[in-house]
Structures are given as C-alpha cells and as structure tokens.
C-alpha cells in the first residue's frame, strides 16, 4: 500500500520559515509528479505547489509564488516545500499527493491519486 508521510509542520511566527517534507514508500517515486495542497479551517482544498518526476517543472498558486519553493530527492523518495516569509493565512492542514500522470504538474486535485495524512503548519501574527 502505497504511503505518503508528511512532517516539518509546527507554530511559527509571521515572516518565519517551514519547511515540509514528504516521505514517499512502496511506490516508484521517479514515476509520480508530486503536488502539496492546503486546507484551512472551513475552506475547501486548494493548490499549492506541483512538481514533475525530474523536477524539470514547477507550477505554484499566485497566493505563495516568490515564497514558497517545491523540490524532490527522487534518491530518498522525498518531495519538500519550502515555506518563507510566512502568512496568518498560509495556516491550514498541509497534505502531499502523487500523480502518476509524472510530465504534468498540474493544479486540479482529482488528478492525484494518492494522499498523505497531512501536517499542521500555523502562523501567528
């Protein structure tokens, strides 16, 4: 069974730093473009970063871009989003999803088909 672990969630301040992680097992990673997505209380999921299988392209939602940067290790089966100068409204649940769909990193959530558990990141003002 395919598993995606999240970590690197926590409190911290406004204009601080996070960055998120996610473990990636028993799936070849290298085949997968990989996705973070956010839910905060009482909205819907919405798109934050995707990436393709050799990290050859990016994509971010307008609400991070210059902020926030995804990479992969495809060694150590890992996708990262690195988070900086950090908002109250960047708060939410963070989740990771693989696409097998590897050449497109694409925005819509339906196309991923696996998910993470997800880590809490909160921003204080």
């Known amino acids: 069974q395919v598993q995606l672990v999240e970590s690197g969630g926590g409190l911290v301040q406004a204009g601080g730093s996070l960055r998120l992680s996610c473990a990636a097992s028993r799936l070849t990673f290298s085949n997968y473009a990989m996705g973070w997505f956010r839910q905060a209380p009482g909205k819907e999921r919405e798109f934050v970063a995707a990436?393709?299988?050799?990290?050859?392209?990016?994509d971010s939602a307008d609400s991070v871009k210059g902020r926030f940067t995804i990479s992969r290790d495809n060694a150590k089966n890992t996708v990262y989003l690195q988070m900086n100068n950090l908002k109250p409204e960047d708060t939410a649940v963070y989740y990771c999803?693989?696409?097998?769909?590897?050449?497109?990193?694409?925005?819509?959530?339906?196309?991923?088909?696996?998910w993470g558990q997800g880590t809490q990141v909160t921003v204080s003002s």
């Open positions: 999803a693989a696409d097998l769909n590897q050449y497109n990193a694409y925005r819509a959530a339906r196309r991923y088909e696996y």
């Open positions: 990436i393709t299988w050799n990290g050859g392209s990016t």
